[in-house]
């Protein structure tokens, strides 16, 4: 007997594809599902369908007609703007559900989202449990090592993002000398990293480079949304001039793993995959 059939409910980014390579090498059936506005970049002779969270109820329908019984939700979207023209009754009804949440953060919304998947009978699967190469192991990664002032920032990076992640804000944060130079707020992480560059020196401690760290929020729904470094993550620390990247061991996809390392090494960077704090 086969693997089940996957259904990816692909967003934007280079994670759909990474998903789906990793399924057609087992063999596996593959359904991509995007929503109207935020289709992926994914090309694929799979079966495709789009849908509008107006219609959620068709999509479950869908992928069901499909024999579809696990799903994977990868890549980035915004949220939309639900138009009430468009709902159908049944959606109508797990409205009353999601609607609310949408005013909430987004760990609190995307657990509604997969319990509306899980309620339609679909199991929802994390992408580092499909791909588990996606996260990283405690290590370093690159050639260079942090100093101690840059420990001491991780540390404080770490205990800064858990105070954020209780109030379901961001999941990344640039430290230097102990001091936030910037937090990721809803535009993301390359967004905060450009901003920082812009700071006016008289902002940045002098002597210092600084860290960002990235790590998921405290109890995060870590089957949806773990934070992300890639290639651009990497040229956003350079332009910045920081001494190095911190990520938490397991929490974060790392995207061109090989590229990502290649690029930190050439430009002298240290790529720490660091054990989460108890």
């Known amino acids: 007997m086969g693997l089940p059939r996957l259904g990816i409910i692909a967003g934007r980014g280079a994670l759909p594809g990474i998903l789906l390579d990793a399924a057609e090498s087992q063999g596996r059936e593959v359904v991509i599902a995007e929503m109207d506005g935020f289709e992926s970049n994914v090309e694929s002779q799979h079966p495709k369908l789009h849908f509008r969270v107006e219609r959620l109820s068709a999509l479950f329908d869908a992928l069901k007609a499909q024999h579809v019984s696990e799903i994977v939700l990868a890549g980035a979207v915004r949220r939309p703007v639900l138009s009430p023209r ?7 009804l797990l ?5 609310p949440a949408l005013r909430q953060g987004d760990d609190a919304l995307l657990r509604v989202v997969v319990g509306l998947f899980e309620a339609a009978g679909f199991k929802v699967r994390g992408a580092q449990e499909l791909v588990p190469e996606l996260v990283a192991t405690p290590a370093m990664l690159t050639q260079a090592y942090p100093s101690e002032a ?3 920032d991780a540390a404080s990076g770490m205990a800064l993002l858990r105070m954020m992640g209780a109030a379901d ?12 130079l910037g937090v990721e707020t809803d535009p993301g992480t390359d967004v905060m990293l450009a901003q920082v560059a812009a700071l006016p020196s008289i902002h940045r401690p002098q002597g210092v480079k600084g860290v960002l760290v990235k790590a998921p929020k405290p109890g995060q729904e870590r089957r949806v949304d773990l934070p992300t470094i890639g290639p651009d993550t990497v040229r956003g620390a350079i332009a910045v001039g920081l001494a190095g990247i911190v990520i938490e061991a397991g929490g974060v996809i790392l995207l061109e793993r090989d590229r990502v390392i290649a690029e930190c090494d050439a430009a002298g960077l240290f790529l720490w995959a660091r054990e989460a704090d108890p």
């Open 150 to 152: 840059d420990r001491m």
């Open 169 to 180: 804000l961001g999941q990344s944060a640039v430290v230097a000398k102990g001091r936030a």
């Open 95 to 99: 409205a009353l559900k999601f609607v």
């Open 86 to 92: 468009h709902f159908n009754l049944r959606t109508l």
